[in-house]
Each structure stands twice: as C-alpha cells, then as structure tokens.
C-alpha cells in the first residue's frame, strides 16, 4: 500500500491540482475543516500511540483528579493547534517561492522516498530477506 501511495505521488501533476483548487468548493472553510477533524480524530495509530504514552508515563500519576486531566487535555488540544498553526503559517510565508518546477521535483522526490520505504517493509515482513538488509 506504501509503495502504491508512493508511486501515485510521484506521477501526480500538480498543475491538475491547482487547477481543481481554483474551483470554489461547496464545502466550504467549516466543511474543509470538519473533514479534516474527523479524519484526524479518527486515526487509530495516534489513538493508540497516545494511549501507549500516557500508560507508559504514568501522566495522571496513581490519582488521577479532574483537573490533572483537564490540563493534560489542553496541553494537548493547544500543542496540536499551535503546531498545525505554525505549518500553515510557514506554508503561507513560502508559498510564492512554490514554481510548478519545485512543486514537481517535491513530488518526485518524495515519491520515490516512500515508495522505497515501503519495499523496505515489504522485504523485512518476509524473514529470509532479512539478512540482505543494512539494517542487519
């Protein structure tokens, strides 16, 4: 699946892309956002990965209260949105420096990223492949 991800960014054009992006979209900045808010919440690898920090940290000690939670809680929610702010931010600031060419190479070169990173997975699910890996 990595590899097939990969190999559709690589030979993707951005062109078409900003092409549709022009078009105003009946969803609209709310629905951008709900959609994009459910597909977050709903990821269970960050589910499960915050799971596993909290049990591993003992975050909320022996006795949890109310307000350990709560602060937890907005520690989180207020990380996530100055971290989403500060990308969207550094986005706006370079985006201008975006030409169809850099937009192409970003493409290929991360394309060809994944799509070895997943054949990468691919070779050490199978354990007779193991040894001819650097990894070991």
Same mark, same amino acid.
């Given at each position: 699946l990595l590899m097939v991800v990969g190999l559709r960014i690589y030979f993707s054009n951005p062109l078409k892309q900003i092409r549709?992006?022009?078009k105003? &979209?009946?969803?609209g900045l709310l629905g951008d956002f709900l959609t994009l808010f459910f597909l977050t919440v709903s990821n269970p690898v960050a589910i499960v990965v915050f799971m596993a920090v909290f049990a591993g940290t003992s975050v909320f000690g022996d006795d949890p &209260?109310? +307000?350990i939670e709560l602060f937890v809680l907005f520690g989180i929610l207020i990380g996530a949105?100055? +971290? +989403?702010? !500060?990308l969207s931010a550094l986005v706006n600031l370079f985006r201008r420096k975006f030409r169809l060419r850099v937009l192409i190479t970003i493409?290929?070169? &991360?394309?060809? %990223? %994944? !799509?070895i990173l997943g054949g990468f997975l691919i070779l050490?699910?199978?354990e007779p492949f193991r040894s001819m890996l650097p990894m070991g």
């Open positions: 549709l992006k022009k105003v &979209s009946k969803k &209260s109310f +307000w949105g100055l +971290w +989403w702010y !500060t493409n290929r070169v &991360s394309g060809v %990223i %994944i !799509t050490v699910a199978f």
